[in-house]
């Protein structure tokens, strides 16, 4: 089912990742879980400002895009929302350990991805 999110029920399916300039990034396998990603791209502005903006209004996205795996679409979108506004790594690591995500892909600004 794709609802702005990507979500798969007990059959595999293999999902393109998109990234922030729009290109596939990596290639997730997914059964009996979802997929959701937040990039600085997906919307603009007529200003030109992202989509994506801390509600305090104290930091901007710190990466390009973020993508979550998670048992759920819901969880998935807004566990991507807030990776992509987090600091480092450590955020995506707590929900990989904690087991609220599967998997945490960050693009950077370079477009680099690090899988967690």
Known sequence: VNIGEFRAGPQRALIGVGGANGGIIAKEEIAEAAIA???VNGFRFSDGSSHIFNPLGLDQPQWASASVIASDAA???ALSTAVILAKGQQLAR???DSKAARVVLL???AGRIIRI
């Open 75 to 77: 969880t998935a979108d």
């Open 107 to 109: 693009e950077d600004f």
């Open 94 to 96: 707590r929900l990989v």
């Open 37 to 39: 990603t937040s990039s």
